[in-house]
């Protein structure tokens, strides 16, 4: 039985379908459309969503053979403006400057609109897999320490343990507006970026095929993943109210490492032309006898950089040096890093000497970041080969 369709506020429908025809520039067909609408205002009518299509053609949409619509060239301008994941944008105006790094208050969507063209060299980030655990509801309770759809393991060997969105939790329509919410956020970075630039996403194995798939649907050139071999607290336990009966079982495996996607916004030419106009195409080597690997061995995020920067998703310093430092091929350019939270990319580029840029859309965040960048950057590691 399919859900009973619901009301939405005057002009909510249009906008949907604007934005979702606003990163598709070949077109989508209107049941692709109306999925897409569906994924962002809850249940919709098929009806409602086609007679709005014919009704504003041509005038706002063009009609392509067997059905597909495009955007008319005249709202590009409009579809720019409009947010899907945000009504609202925030764009304060507050930034940090650290050094050769700069960290802005603004929603990441709102801010890649305003960048110009080829202006960014490389892009390392950990984004919102949960956008339910990263709503301001769930964010609430999580600071409350009352959990919400937030896991907020026991206290382990006198340590307490670092929070664990559910992503096992999440419904078959946040799975579809996680995938909208990485094809639009894709085809922004994709205008943001030089040809050649690296984009690493740091990911997990439940939920990389549904950001993977709509990245390359973005335009992005998948070139495989980084493997950051970890051990976590994810993953082992038995049966929940069943542990004794199945005390010889592991509901899921526990997890030994973490996905990192590579993706590459296709170069210009043969890689080394592309190296001479833009300085990117590839990863920078350790040595020259020694490539850029793909299996990083590395360890959970220290305590000492938790107290720094006591965000639930903290990398270690150890790990985002070796892979900030391998993003520029040439060692020159601007790293990007839309969903800073703790400041940690940046923190690495600072101790590397690049230039790097980051956007945080949560004040709080926004706020440690800005007193824990100095501190990580200061932050001795052992090994920052790559």
């Known amino acids: 039985m399919s859900a009973k369709a619901i009301k939405h506020p005057p002009g909510s429908v249009r906008d949907s379908i604007v934005r979702a025809l606003s990163v598709r520039p070949d077109g989508a067909s209107a049941t692709e459309?109306?999925?897409?609408?569906?994924?962002?205002?809850?249940?919709?009518?098929?009806?409602?969503?086609?007679?709005?299509?014919?009704?504003?053609?041509?005038?706002?949409f063009v009609r392509a053979e067997r059905g597909v619509y495009r955007l008319h060239p005249d709202l590009l301008g409009e579809a720019s403006s409009l947010d899907l994941f945000r009504p609202e944008p925030i764009a304060t105006g507050r930034h940090f400057d650290y050094e050769s790094v700069r960290l802005e208050h603004a929603d990441c969507f709102e801010w890649l609109r305003s960048r110009k063209p080829n202006s960014i060299h490389a892009v390392v980030t950990d984004p919102p897999y949960g956008l339910v655990e990263y709503s301001e509801r769930e964010v609430s309770k999580l600071r409350g320490g009352k959990g919400?759809?937030?896991?907020?393991?026991?206290?382990?060997?006198?340590?307490?343990?670092?929070?664990?969105p559910r992503f096992?939790?999440?419904?078959?329509s946040d799975i579809r507006a996680l995938h909208e919410f990485f094809r639009q956020w894709g085809a922004l970075v994709l205008r943001a970026v030089v040809p050649g630039a690296n984009v690493l996403v740091a990911s997990n194995?439940?939920?990389?095929?549904?950001?993977?798939?709509?990245?390359a649907e973005a335009g992005l050139e998948r070139r495989g993943e980084i493997v950051r071999l970890v051990m976590t607290m994810r993953g082992g336990d038995r049966p929940k109210a069943a542990h004794e009966e199945f005390d010889g079982v592991s509901v899921m495996p526990r997890s030994m490492w973490e996905?990192?996607?590579?993706?590459?916004?296709p170069i210009e030419g043969r890689v080394q032309d592309n190296l001479r106009k833009w300085g990117t195409g590839g990863f920078r080597r350790p040595s020259r006898d020694?490539?850029?690997?793909?299996?990083?061995?590395s360890a959970p995020t220290r305590a000492v950089e938790r107290r720094l920067a006591p965000h639930p998703s903290l990398k270690p310093q150890a790990f985002m040096r070796r892979?900030?430092?391998a993003v520029l091929p040439l060692g020159d350019g601007v790293v990007c890093d839309p969903f800073a939270g703790g400041g940690s990319t940046l923190a690495a580029a600072a101790a590397l000497g690049y230039r790097a840029v980051g956007v945080e859309k949560d004040g709080a965040y926004f706020d440690l970041a800005t007193k824990a960048i100095p501190r990580l950057r200061e932050i001795k590691v052992a090994d920052q080969s790559l």
């Open 33 to 60: 459309i109306t999925k897409a609408v569906n994924d962002t205002l809850g249940a919709t009518s098929p009806s409602s969503v086609r007679s709005y299509l014919q009704l504003n053609t041509p005038h706002m």
């Open 148 to 164: 919400g759809v937030w896991r907020i393991p026991p206290a382990f060997d006198g340590a307490q343990r670092s929070p664990l």
């Open 168 to 172: 096992t939790v999440l419904k078959p």
């Open 205 to 215: 194995p439940l939920l990389s095929h549904i950001a993977s798939a709509a990245l």
């Open 259 to 265: 996905p990192w996607l590579m993706f590459r916004k």
């Open 290 to 297: 020694k490539p850029f690997g793909d299996v990083i061995p």
């Open 323 to 325: 892979i900030v430092a």
